[in-house]
């Protein structure tokens, strides 16, 4: 059974980069598999960040794509996100998750990582 | 705003049948994506509740049923029970956002 764990800094200051990586157990990233980011801001809805697939290939959300860098390490199993120019709008809890290749459902989560932006 | 819509809550008794509208456009939904449905009780991640519209994953009870048509989807949830109070996420793809990711805003269920 696949598992993924978010890993990373949790208190970020105003302007600088967010990093967090999801290491993934019990799976191969290789696999058919996209692997994607989303978050929730506290008492807010879901919103996906960007995905990636093992060979590289990637899609963003429009709205933070100008600022966000999805990478992937096929080495080390596991796959990581950079937001660049944090704000505090920006403060959430980051999930990482296992997409089905095809259009399909997030079948697997991360617990999730909380983040706060703050100086 | 998200892009499918959702209304924030809903409420019914034990052992009575709600449901949980999704409404989206010929972008998403009606270009024949699939709808999937997430569970998350507060404080934990969202869990995978139904996928391709009206399948069940392993070990998630019968008594959740999902549906797609047209531009639209509904989560049926029969028997309802006080360990299903939770918040419920309708998810699908856009083709105008060259096939990405798209939510539902959520809903509250809240079991009277």
């Known amino acids: 059974q696949v598992q993924l764990q978010?890993?990373?800094?949790?208190?970020?200051?105003?302007?600088?980069?967010?990093?967090l990586t999801?290491?993934?157990?019990?799976?191969?990233?290789?696999?058919?598999f996209y692997w994607g980011w989303v978050r929730q801001p506290p008492g807010k809805g879901l919103e996906w960040i960007a995905s990636i697939y093992h060979d590289g290939s990637a899609y963003h959300n429009p709205?933070?794509?100008?600022?966000?860098?999805?990478s992937i390490d096929t080495s080390k199993n596991q796959f990581s996100?950079?937001?660049?120019?944090?704000?505090?709008?920006?403060?959430?809890?980051?999930?990482?998750?296992?997409?089905?290749?095809?259009?399909?459902?997030?079948?697997?989560?991360?617990?999730?990582?909380?983040?706060?932006?703050?100086? | 705003q998200s892009v499918l819509t959702q209304p924030p809550s809903v409420s019914g008794a034990p052992g009575q049948r709600v449901t949980i509208s999704?409404?989206?456009?010929r972008s998403n939904i009606g270009a024949t994506y699939d709808v999937h449905w997430y569970q998350q009780i507060p404080g934990t991640a969202p869990k995978l509740l139904i996928y391709a519209n009206n399948?069940?994953?392993?070990?998630?009870?019968?008594?959740?049923?999902?549906s797609k048509s047209g531009t639209s989807a509904s989560l049926a949830i029969t028997g309802l029970q006080a360990e299903d109070e939770a918040i419920y996420y309708c998810q699908s793809y856009d083709i105008s956002l060259s096939g990405l990711v798209v939510f539902g805003g959520g809903t509250k269920l809240t079991v009277l």
């Open chain 1, 6 to 19: 978010e890993s990373g800094p949790r208190l970020v200051e105003p302007s600088e980069t967010l990093s």
């Open chain 1, 22 to 32: 999801c290491a993934v157990s019990g799976s191969s990233i290789t696999t058919r």
């Open chain 1, 63 to 70: 709205s933070l794509k100008s600022r966000v860098t999805i």
């Open chain 1, 81 to 119: 996100l950079r937001l660049a120019s944090v704000t505090a709008t920006d403060s959430a809890v980051f999930y990482c998750a296992r997409i089905g290749w095809n259009y399909e459902a997030l079948d697997s989560w991360g617990q999730g990582a909380l983040v706060t932006v703050s100086s």
């Open chain 2, 22 to 25: 999704c409404s989206g456009s």
């Open chain 2, 55 to 66: 399948n069940r994953p392993s070990g998630i009870p019968d008594r959740f049923s999902g």
